[in-house]
């Protein structure tokens, strides 16, 4: 079946630190990919998305690109801010026809991220 | 747009009581879903619809009821409430998409407990 697996976290970092956080999946061909974020007490928003390998979802600074040879969509941040720090989840949306339900997401556990002024 | 909202914020029951949690979109979306949140587990599928009149059952279904009388309302239900059901509960939904990227908007969760 599908499956997602992220980073374990906490993660902390200071303000204006590189942020990676990895993610990886097991799907039947090439899914939609995609990141939540979770800011406390909220529910969840898409922060980006990626439906085909090698394209790159972007944004608010966040960036994370579909790579199909590693089974890879790792979100990343060249300098993180103290309003960042939330909770993020990977998650992925099987292709049509490829024996799961498409408008069903698998989700990752989420990864904790604080960022100190 | 309201978005998807939820009611109620919090709740505390006792063992074995009942309730509903609302669940509203004003998006004209097509499917709708319910997940809890555990502490260090993610998001957990419990029902889904895809449209009005059709119900299926997620990973964790068991304890809960849901039904889709409208396209805008997704009540679940909680039948005879135990300590295992203590979670956030997210309603979800999303339009009838293309090809796959099926984005699920979410609403602000319920947070319940069960003593």
């Known amino acids: 079946g599908n499956s997602v697996t992220q980073m374990e976290g906490p993660v902390t970092l200071s303000e204006e630190a590189f942020l990676t956080i990895n993610c990886t999946y097991t799907a039947t061909g090439y899914p939609s990919l995609f990141w939540y974020v979770q800011y406390p007490g909220e529910g969840l928003q898409l922060l980006l998305k990626a439906t085909k390998a090698d394209d790159k979802g972007s944004n608010k600074g966040f960036e994370a690109t579909y790579r199909k040879e590693t089974t890879s969509f790792h979100l990343e941040k060249g300098s993180v801010q103290v309003s960042d720090s939330a909770v993020y989840f990977c998650?992925?949306?099987?292709?049509?026809?490829?024996?799961?339900?498409?408008?069903?997401?698998?989700f990752g556990k989420g990864t904790l991220l604080t960022v100190n002024p | 747009n309201a978005g998807v909202t939820q009611t109620p914020k919090f709740r505390i029951l006792k063992i074995g009581q009942s309730m509903t949690l609302q669940c509203t979109q004003d998006m004209n979306h097509n499917y709708m879903y319910w997940y809890r949140q555990d502490p260090g587990m993610g998001l957990k599928l419990i029902y889904y619809s895809v449209g009005a009149g059709i119900t299926d059952k997620g990973e964790v279904p068991n304890g809960y009821n849901v039904s889709r009388s409208t396209t805008e309302d997704f009540p679940l239900r909680l039948e005879l409430a135990a300590p295992s059901q203590t979670s956030v509960y997210f309603c979800?939904?999303?339009?009838?998409?293309?090809?796959?990227?099926?984005?699920?908007?979410f609403g602000p969760g319920t947070r319940l407990t069960v003593t």
């Open positions: 998650a992925l949306s099987p292709l049509p026809n490829s024996g799961g339900s498409n408008y069903k997401l698998t």
């Open positions: 979800a939904s999303s339009p009838l998409a293309g090809r796959g990227d099926y984005e699920q908007y």
